[in-house]
């Protein structure tokens, strides 16, 4: 698996985890008095370790995060070197696509005679018939 690859898969995983950290937190609140005028709330349940565990995996999944994108290959030179880059990857480009059109015109020519060719021998076929 390339890196960029690996690096939205980390960022699904954190966005997961994330979800899960909000959703167990929202779920584990303790309820809150709205008005003086309604009654107490109910006592909540003690709060278990799993929104302990579930940072501790985001920041896991943060980190496994950081080292992927430092692996990344750096840009020497910045801007101007990558546009550089760009040029030269776009002439190879346009030579390599004149070369397959040269090529793709010869099999063109070639496929013509072929079926010239056949056509010929059909029709040498049906006349000695």
């Known amino acids: 698996m390339d890196i960029i690859s690996q690096l939205q898969e980390q960022v699904n995983s954190i966005a997961a ?9 929202q779920r584990d609140a303790p309820p809150v008095q709205l008005s003086p ?52 990857l776009q002439m190879e480009n346009h030579v390599i696509g004149q070369e397959l059109h040269k090529q793709l015109e010869a099999a063109e020519k070639e496929l013509k005679q072929v079926q010239e060719l056949f056509g010929q021998a059909a029709d040498n076929c049906l006349n000695l018939k």
Do not use: M, R, W
Not at 69 to 81: C, F, N, R, T, Y
């Open 17 to 25: 985890i994330t979800f899960n950290v909000f959703g167990t937190l």
């Open 37 to 88: 005028n309604y009654p107490d709330p109910p006592p909540s349940a003690p709060t278990t370790d799993e929104p302990k565990q579930l940072s501790a995996d985001l920041v896991k999944a943060a980190k496994q995060f950081d080292a992927l994108v430092a692996a990344l290959p750096l840009s020497d030179g910045g801007e101007e070197a990558q546009l550089k880059i760009i040029a030269q």
